[in-house]
């Protein structure tokens, strides 16, 4: 069992700036792929950026060039640095983990979400 828990969501103005956290704890050997996934009032849930064991990163077009993704391996954390925040980037942000598993399996694992807020 893996359990994932974001951490730096808040209310920040236009144009400002925010670090969301997600750490992995439990049964782990190994994590694979780490990603964010957000949803906004009254759209579906996006994926906004991933990274790969490797550090391999793809991002969503509308976040490209403000957002970073990275992660320690050491601390099985992802990280999620957002600048230049616009109002269109606030929703509820989620952490998710891919773990391997048994015959070539593997078994995704979510955080609870936080909330990010974009307002004057």
């Known amino acids: 069992q893996v359990q994932l828990v974001e951490s730096g969501g808040g209310l920040v103005q236009p144009g400002g700036s925010l670090r969301l956290s997600c750490a992995a704890s439990?049964?782990?050997?190994?994590?694979?792929?780490m990603g964010w996934y957000r949803r906004a009032p009254g759209k579906q849930r996006e994926l906004v950026a991933g990274?790969?064991?490797?550090?391999?990163?793809a991002y969503a077009d509308s976040v490209k060039g403000r957002f970073t993704i990275s992660r320690d391996n050491a601390k099985n954390t992802v990280y999620l640095q957002m600048n230049s925040l616009k109002p269109e980037d606030t929703a509820v942000y989620y952490c998710?983990?891919?773990?391997?598993?048994?015959?070539?399996?593997?078994?995704?694992?979510w955080g609870q979400g936080t909330q990010v807020t974009v307002s004057s």
């Open positions: 990274i790969t064991s490797s550090g391999s990163t």
């Open positions: 998710n983990a891919a773990v391997p598993g048994a015959s070539r399996i593997e078994y995704t694992y």
């Open positions: 439990g049964s782990i050997f190994s994590i694979n792929g």
